[in-house]
């Protein structure tokens, strides 16, 4: 059965999200690729969010991944749509800021792309939580949405369900 996704549940589950981050005292940060930024504008819409967002880094292109400590490698070895590549965003993002959660995400939306063909398939998207304990990996497979915005607002929905598993542990 297709998952819908609604932007006003996103938003507010990023508020809660955001304000148990808050409440707890858990810093994050995120490196990422096919969302653009919309993870880390999601957390920081909500007041008192510097406290706790501690920078983020959008890595459109394979060359960004790189030069935030993405193994070259990795990306060689795996593609840059692997969930190797999606813990190593994770946990290169919770390094270099010294965040206690790093979320890294890449994937294809709506398209194939042509920077990296071979490995591009629409809707599949890896993304990964790393804390200094441990690093996990989600693999999402998401039905064709109607725009490039309402798969960002789905891969969100996925991460923050994840988020509040992790902060609950």
Do not use: H
Not at 19 to 35: A, F, P, R, V
Not at 112 to 132: C, E, H, R
Request: hydrophobic share 35%.
């Amino acid at each position: 059965m297709q998952r819908t996704y609604s932007e006003k549940k996103v938003r507010d589950d990023y508020r809660r999200l955001t304000l148990m981050l808050i409440e707890k005292n858990i810093s994050i940060t995120t490196m990422e690729s096919c969302t653009s930024g919309q993870l880390a504008s999601l957390i920081s819409d909500t007041e008192g969010a510097s406290g706790i967002m501690k920078g983020a880094f959008v890595t459109y292109s394979n060359e960004a991944k790189i030069k935030q400590g993405v193994p070259e490698e990795t990306i060689d070895k795996y593609s840059v749509y692997s969930k190797e590549t999606a813990c190593a965003m994770a946990e290169a993002c919770r390094k270099t800021y010294n965040a206690d959660i790093g979320v890294g995400v890449t994937g294809s939306m709506g398209n194939v792309d042509p920077a990296n063909a071979a490995a591009s398939i629409p809707g599949q998207v890896w993304f990964a939580l790393s804390t200094k304990d441990k690093t996990l990996d989600f693999y999402l497979e998401l039905e064709p949405q109607p725009s490039r915005f309402e798969y960002k607002i789905a891969v969100a929905q996925e991460i923050a369900d994840e988020l509040f598993k992790l902060i609950a542990e």
